[in-house]
């Protein structure tokens, strides 16, 4: 006999503005997501679909990133265009932690008296990788928001991201 789905409460139900921080983090990372092959096509002058193709051998979105920054540290001659995109994918990876960190973690609510705050639990099933544990508040989880905005941003700004837009659809029957 299973459950009534309604019946578990999820940690962030009762915490609106965390839960939208959280949203707002995993929807600027879709985003960013899509920057890699349009910031290898300006790096090495390739067309955005050919470097999609490139990139697209590596699943991992970690990989692409690393990939990314090992063209342009391998061009010889170091070119603003180069030290940019290296600049870019650190801060790629940098959100990357971020976007993880929320998206895997478990939720815990703890508090002591008037103060009140949210233990991340990232649980890590690899071998050799441990648990952590980080303490999270409104204004920590919105530094790490204001952190992929300003990096989205960035690449936006230097290689402009085609967002695909949805067609509409028909509601359901």
Same mark, same amino acid.
């Given at each position: 006999?299973?459950?009534?789905?309604?019946?578990?409460?999820?940690?962030?139900?009762?915490?609106?503005?965390?839960?939208?921080?959280?949203?707002?983090?995993?929807?600027?990372?879709?985003?960013?997501?899509?920057?890699?092959?349009?910031?290898?096509?300006?790096?090495?002058?390739?067309?955005?679909?050919?470097?999609?193709?490139?990139?697209?051998?590596?699943?991992?979105?970690?990989?692409?990133? +690393?990939?990314?920054?090992?063209?342009? =540290? /391998? *061009?010889?001659?170091?070119?603003?265009?180069?030290?940019?995109?290296?600049? !870019?994918?650190?801060?790629?990876?940098?959100?990357?932690?971020?976007?993880?960190?929320?998206?895997?973690?478990?939720?815990?609510?703890?508090?002591?008296?008037?103060?009140?705050?949210?233990?991340?639990?990232?649980?890590?099933?690899?071998?050799?990788?441990?648990?952590?544990?980080?303490?999270?508040?409104?204004?920590?989880?919105?530094? +790490?928001?204001?952190?992929?905005?300003? =990096? /989205? *941003?960035?690449?936006?700004?230097?290689?402009?991201?085609?967002?695909?837009? !949805?067609?509409?659809?028909?509601?359901?029957?």
């Amino acid at each position: 006999m299973s459950a009534d789905p309604k019946e578990h409460r999820l940690a962030l139900d009762d915490q609106p503005e965390f839960a939208q921080q959280v949203g707002l983090i995993l929807s600027a990372f879709a985003i960013l997501e899509l920057s890699p092959p349009h910031l290898l096509a300006k790096l090495i002058g390739i067309s955005h679909d050919n470097a999609d193709m490139i990139l697209g051998y590596h699943r991992n979105f970690k990989d692409r990133v +690393d990939l990314l920054n090992s063209l342009a =540290t /391998l *061009n010889q001659t170091e070119t603003q265009e180069s030290e940019k995109i290296k600049y !870019l994918c650190r801060k790629i990876d940098k959100c990357r932690a971020i976007r993880n960190k929320y998206a895997h973690g478990l939720w815990q609510m703890e508090g002591d008296g008037d103060r009140h705050w949210w233990r991340l639990i990232n649980w890590l099933s690899d071998a050799g990788r441990n648990t952590t544990t980080n303490f999270v508040t409104i204004d920590s989880i919105k530094k +790490d928001c204001a952190i992929l905005r300003e =990096t /989205l *941003n960035e690449c936006i700004s230097y290689a402009p991201v085609s967002v695909p837009q !949805l067609q509409p659809s028909k509601p359901p029957k």
